[in-house]
């Protein structure tokens, strides 16, 4: 299997053993609602098994990392905005498994005060967070521009402008006690958009004759396209 075959592979691996694990976890917290708490508790040294949820943090930013990578090189634009951004949040995803909570629910008696790896754990996540969103709607500008990708553009951008929304909504707390369950809608539907992506990667057609995959058709046409992300 070539390494672009298996990162795509991996792109869509991870969000779906990370969804495995938080929905695992979830149901196995003793006295505690399945939607009550949220994504990084079940990961806290108070959470029944928190090895699973922390598994599926490392196991998400690594596949999403290595997808990011391998996304790069297929798009012929090394390194460009929407790759990395994909790389930093699988990075990002990495260290708030490794930094977990202090506590499985955000409130409660002895809560004064934070470690020094949680407060890793919360920037950790807010970037994960941000680089998630931001890295579809980077790539669904490049996609609709690309003849091999332009069919997930769309759906990669709505997915993209769906978790906003509902990530906004966690944010604010609007939501009260389903606050966990929107943030795990708004993870979902950032995710979803990942294994979209990866999926469209592992049935691209072979390249046409005399243009690289990933580059424009004007631009193989020889007339100005549209500036690079």
Do not use: K
Not at 139 to 162: C, E, K, T, Y
Not at 177 to 184: D, F, K
């Amino acid at each position: 299997m070539r390494l672009s075959s298996l990162a795509a592979f991996g792109g869509v691996a991870g969000p779906v053993l990370f969804t495995a694990a938080w929905v695992v976890s979830s149901l196995r917290q003793a006295g505690v609602s399945a939607a009550g708490v949220q994504i990084s508790g079940l990961a806290a040294g108070q959470a029944r098994d928190p090895q699973i949820m922390m598994a599926g943090f490392v196991v998400l930013g690594a596949c999403s990392a290595g997808f990011g990578a391998a996304l790069a090189r297929v798009s012929g634009r090394r390194w460009s905005t929407g790759p990395w951004l994909v790389v930093v949040a699988g990075a990002a995803a990495v260290a708030a498994g490794v930094f977990r909570r202090d506590h499985m629910l955000l409130t409660g008696p002895g809560f004064a005060g934070e470690s020094w790896h949680n407060q890793v754990h919360d920037v950790a996540s807010g970037i994960a967070y941000g680089a998630m969103l931001a890295a579809p709607l980077v790539l669904a500008r490049r996609f609709r521009d690309d003849p091999d990708w332009a069919v997930i553009g769309r759906p990669v951008q709505a997915l993209a402008l769906a978790s906003a929304v509902a990530l906004a909504v966690f944010a604010t707390r609007a939501a009260g006690p389903w606050n966990p369950v929107v943030q795990r809608v708004a993870v979902t539907l950032a995710l979803t958009a990942e294994v979209v992506m990866a999926a469209r990667m592992m049935t691209l057609p072979p390249a046409p004759a005399g243009r690289p995959r990933g580059r424009p058709v004007a631009a193989a046409r020889g007339e100005p396209g549209p500036p690079t992300d």
